[in-house]
Nanobody, 114 residues
Framework: QVQLVESGGGLVQPGGSLRLSCAASGSIFRIDHMAWYRQAPGKERELVAVISAKFINYADSVKGRFSISRDNVKNTVYLQMNSLKPEDTATYYC?????????WGQGTQVTVSS
């Protein structure tokens, strides 16, 4: 059984930074892409950033402010979030295509407020 566990969320002032982590554990023999999504109250879940061996993509709303990276030894994906805005407030979810299946983390709350 594969599990994704996120950490690093919290409350931050506008203009501040946070770093989210997502560690995959279990019997893992293949990881294709890993990604971060977010969902704000009353809104649909949206893709924030995705990383694979071949590409990295970002939502237009976070380009230049967020950076996704991956540690293949630790099976961990990170999301460095800089210049945070109130509209970045949401629950952030880790997603991974692992062993040809799709997995989700439980989510971590990010709140950007003064």
């Amino acid at each position: 059984q594969v599990q994704l566990v996120e950490s690093g969320g919290g409350l931050v002032q506008p203009g501040g930074s946070l770093r989210l982590s997502c560690a995959a554990s279990g019997s893992i023999f293949r990881i294709d892409h890993m990604a971060w999504y977010r969902q704000a109250p009353g809104k649909e879940r949206e893709l924030v950033a995705v990383i694979s061996a071949k590409f990295i993509n970002y939502a237009d709303s976070v380009k230049g402010r967020f950076s996704i990276s991956r540690d293949n030894v630790k099976n961990t994906v990170y999301l460095q979030m800089n210049s945070l805005k109130p509209e970045d407030t949401a629950t952030y979810y880790c997603n991974g295509n692992i062993n040809y299946n799709d997995y989700w983390g439980q989510g971590t709350q990010v709140t950007v407020s003064s």
